[in-house]
């Protein structure tokens, strides 16, 4: 019931006006650019992974040609929006929920209260629009590295035609599959922005530096563990007919 009344009060602040425009510039500028060389880096390896392991069963039954075809369904669709979701989502996560649990136990959330500033369109709406924001975009990138990753290992470790590979790509990759992670991507990242900020927002003062720890740890816990359960709902509803 405390959660869904911080869901409550945080809708009603990130929608009732424009969130200041300093600190949304400040969270999407740390939310985005700054999980990019985290993002990139392991997007690589997993795109380069995924053609690997994909190629290792294909090629038993001379299947390989149909490389293009699962690095396309199983990255753009599955593997990149949820990698981008919970890597990034941690990293995030554990930046909102430290700073404001340190907010919260330096007394500057009750200073701001005092003052007549409501704490939460101050604070919790530009991180909220923030994150939603930068997720979708960094799932686009991901799609584009991973899916540039799985083409590399493809044809120039296992030797499989780029033509063939692409055009395995384009038969069954549509614009659809790519809006879908996209929107995955905004859904995953309000996810972890209101489970972030809920749990830095409720430290107590009493709990000192280790609440800030403790809240740390939970934000990225229980954002990570929603997201991967949500995207299996998500991919029930939009891919099983």
Same mark, same amino acid.
């Not at 006006?17 to 997993?46: C, I, K, N, Q, Y």
């Not at 701001?112 to 629009?129: G, H, Q, S």
């Not at 493809?154 to 055009?167: C, D, I, K, P, S």
């Given at each position: 019931?405390?959660?869904?009344?911080?869901?409550?009060?945080?809708?009603v602040a990130q929608f009732?006006?424009?969130?200041? !425009?300093?600190?949304?510039?400040?969270?999407? =500028? +740390?939310?985005?650019?700054?999980?990019?060389? &985290?993002?990139?880096?392991?997007?690589?390896?997993?795109?380069?992974? &995924?053609?690997?392991?994909?190629?290792?069963?294909?090629?038993?039954?001379?299947?390989?040609?149909?490389?293009?075809?699962?690095?396309?369904?199983?990255?753009? !669709?599955?593997? /990149?929006?949820?990698?981008?979701?919970?890597?990034?989502?941690?990293?995030?996560?554990?930046?909102?929920?430290?700073?404001?649990?340190?907010?919260?136990?330096?007394?500057?959330?009750?200073?701001?209260?005092?003052?007549?500033? +409501?704490?939460?369109?101050?604070?919790?709406?530009? !991180?909220?629009?923030?994150?939603?924001?930068?997720?979708?975009? &960094?799932?686009?990138?991901?799609? $584009?590295?991973?899916?540039?990753?799985?083409?590399?290992?493809?044809?120039?470790?296992?030797?499989?035609?780029?033509?063939?590979?692409?055009?395995?790509?384009?038969?069954?990759?549509?614009?659809?599959? =790519?809006?879908?992670? $996209?929107?995955?991507?905004?859904?995953?990242?309000?996810?972890?922005a209101i489970v972030s900020? /809920?749990?830095? /927002?409720?430290?107590?003062?009493?709990?000192?530096?280790?609440?800030?720890?403790?809240?740390?740890?939970?934000?990225?816990?229980?954002?990570?563990?929603?997201?991967?359960?949500?995207?299996?709902?998500?991919?029930?509803?939009? /891919?099983?007919?």
């Amino acid at each position: 019931m405390e959660f869904l009344h911080f869901v409550r009060r945080a809708l009603v602040a990130q929608f009732s006006a424009l969130p200041p !425009r300093d600190e949304f510039v400040r969270h999407a =500028l +740390d939310a985005g650019v700054g999980s990019l060389p &985290l993002l990139t880096l392991l997007t690589v390896f997993a795109g380069m992974n &995924l053609s690997v392991q994909a190629y290792g069963t294909f090629v038993r039954f001379g299947g390989q040609d149909l490389l293009g075809l699962f690095c396309g369904v199983g990255g753009i !669709r599955e593997l /990149y929006p949820v990698m981008a979701a919970v890597i990034c989502g941690a990293r995030i996560g554990a930046t909102l929920a430290a700073s404001l649990a340190n907010m919260q136990i330096s007394e500057q959330v009750e200073a701001l209260e005092v003052m007549a500033v +409501d704490p939460m369109r101050l604070l919790v709406a530009p !991180r909220l629009w923030a994150v939603t924001l930068m997720l979708p975009l &960094l799932c686009g990138y991901a799609d $584009v590295v991973g899916l540039a990753a799985s083409y590399y290992a493809a044809t120039e470790q296992m030797g499989v035609n780029g033509g063939t590979f692409m055009e395995q790509v384009r038969d069954i990759v549509h614009l659809g599959d =790519l809006a879908a992670g $996209v929107f995955k991507g905004m859904v995953f990242g309000w996810l972890v922005a209101i489970v972030s900020c /809920y749990h830095g /927002y409720r430290a107590l003062k009493r709990d000192g530096a280790e609440g800030v720890g403790v809240a740390t740890n939970r934000a990225i816990v229980h954002s990570a563990v929603l997201c991967i359960v949500l995207n299996m709902f998500m991919s029930a509803l939009l /891919y099983v007919r």
